[in-house]
């Protein structure tokens, strides 16, 4: 197909000049238009946008470096080359700091001008063409995630937005959604990238010594403290700091965050010195923290200093084929760790993947298949190979009705279908019902010890929690 014809405006008010640089450019396939002044200019710009704009800046009628800030500013980005009798080095840097192309001193040789034309009208198709395949394309991963569902499409387009921003972005999701892979990736896509990303977990940390991890102390500043120690905010300098689970953090820790935060300033545990500190924040939670300060266990003035853009990461469940491509690439991963060569799953095992409820998301996905690779020789991975707690579903590939599962009674054979009739077997559970019914099997197995039932979901103690909480208040 042939090119477009392209389109450049002429902002120039000498005519004879005018003519001069036209003839320059009859070989360079271009139609050039011409205008005088700047209201001219601004009219044909408003009408439609060139492929190209060479620009005069000394105008009859008002600046013409006003056009460039005009463009800049609406975020056009049509190429701009401007060409003035005044080269000062100062109208040169302004020029460029609003985005013009190229900058040609009076009097224009015509070669210099064909080759920064020709040259730009380039850089802007090819410009687009990324534009477009960037907006088209569905992308199967993104930094450190993969997943092509949509929803993900949408979180990775929320990381590209904000990841050149100092804005605090709060990451939400369920335990084991990837909400510290989407830390990595906010600071791994951003212009911090070459600098710390320090997490910390406030959970995981005694209380009383997170104030320390966080701010840092000096020698002396409680028993224990032999010598100074840098905290996490200094060791994040210029970079990124992650703290995960924030909703645990105790209420007057939370105060003094706010005040470091709202200063820009560390105050190490025991020292009077206020440190400066370039920091960007990215906290987690897998509760909702606007719940958390309705329940008076989170403070109302840091939510505000923290939500900013918040960035909701979908559970695993409502992430489609994500689950098969997922588990396909760890079973890869993990098989090649373990010598293996693994080739994919049977139909009804794909199916059992995919509609699991699977409360411990990515996380359990990933040890499920981990638990695989070593147990399994390799080859074709069938529905009776895989591991709890997915070998005790017996599910059935979806006819006319709706999918279903159930739990297998104690001494049932898993691995001898045939799967009960969707009429025989009662009315089809929500995916709720089945996560909530793993779970209790889980508790009933382990003997109503939380954390071995955890282990055995392999999700964190506090989820089973939450949920325990949420089926009581319901
Ligand atoms: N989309 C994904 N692609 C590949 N790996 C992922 C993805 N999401 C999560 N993971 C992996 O799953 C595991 C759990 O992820 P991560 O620790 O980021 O979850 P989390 O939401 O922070 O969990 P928690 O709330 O329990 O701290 C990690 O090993 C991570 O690498």
Not at 9 to 36: F, G, N, Q
Not at 179 to 199: D, I, M, N, T, Y
Request: one cysteine or more; glycine letters at 6%; proline letters at 6%.
């Amino acid at each position: 197909m042939a090119n477009p014809i392209q389109r450049v405006l002429l902002i120039e008010d000498t005519e004879s000049l005018a003519k001069v640089y036209k003839a320059y450019l009859r070989d360079s396939a271009v139609v050039v238009e011409h205008v005088t002044t700047f209201a001219d200019a601004k009219v044909k710009l408003a009408n439609q946008l060139p492929s190209l704009v060479l620009l005069d800046l000394n105008l009859p009628d008002h600046d013409g470096i006003d056009i460039l800030r005009m463009l800049h500013n609406s975020g056009c980005t049509v190429p701009v080359i401007v060409i003035t009798a005044h080269g000062s080095v100062e109208t040169a840097v302004e020029a460029m700091r609003l985005g013009a192309y190229d900058f040609v001193s009076k009097p224009v040789e015509a070669r210099r001008l064909q080759v920064t034309v020709n040259n730009a009208l380039s850089f802007y198709a090819l410009n687009r063409l990324v534009d477009k395949y960037e907006t088209q394309h569905t992308r199967a991963g993104f930094h450190g995630f993969v997943g092509a569902s949509t929803p993900m499409q949408a979180v990775y387009q929320m990381i590209e937005r904000s990841a050149d921003s100092r804005a605090t972005v709060f990451v939400l999701g369920e335990s084991g959604t990837g909400k510290e892979v989407c830390a990595e990736a906010l600071h791994q896509a951003g212009s911090r990238q070459g600098q710390a990303f320090v997490p910390l977990n406030c959970a995981a940390i005694p209380k009383e010594l997170v104030e320390s991890e966080l701010f840092g102390h000096i020698k002396g500043a409680f028993t224990g403290a032999q010598k100074d120690r840098q905290g996490c905010i200094q060791a994040a300098d210029k970079g990124t700091l992650f703290l995960d689970e924030i909703c645990e953090m105790e209420l007057d820790l939370q105060a003094k965050l706010l005040r470091c935060l709202q200063s820009g300033k560390v105050q190490p545990v025991g020292s009077d010195t206020l440190i400066d500190v370039d920091v960007r924040i990215i906290c987690a939670s897998n509760r909702d923290p606007w719940k958390e300060v309705e329940a008076g266990r989170f403070r109302e003035d840091l939510y505000y200093r923290l939500h900013v853009v918040p960035i909701t990461l979908p559970p695993l469940r409502r992430r489609g084929d994500d689950v098969l491509l997922l588990a396909k690439r760890f079973l890869q991963q993990y098989g090649s760790e373990e010598g293996k060569r693994f080739v994919g799953f049977s139909r009804q095992a794909e199916w059992t993947l995919s509609k699991f409820g699977w409360p411990g998301n990515v996380r359990q996905l990933q040890n499920v298949m981990r638990q695989l690779a070593v147990i399994h020789p390799g080859g074709k991975v069938a529905q009776e190979d895989l591991p709890a707690p997915l070998s005790q579903v017996v599910c059935e590939p979806p006819r006319d009705t709706p999918a279903q599962f159930q739990w297998s009674q104690p001494g049932s054979d898993s691995s001898t279908p045939p799967p009960a009739p969707v009429e025989e077997a009662g009315a089809p559970q929500s995916l709720a019902d089945i996560e909530r019914q793993a779970i209790e099997d889980a508790i009933t197995r382990c003997e109503g010890n939380i954390t071995q039932a955890a282990s055995l979901l392999e999700v964190s103690p506090s989820t089973i929690y939450r949920k325990m909480q949420v089926w009581q208040q319901a």
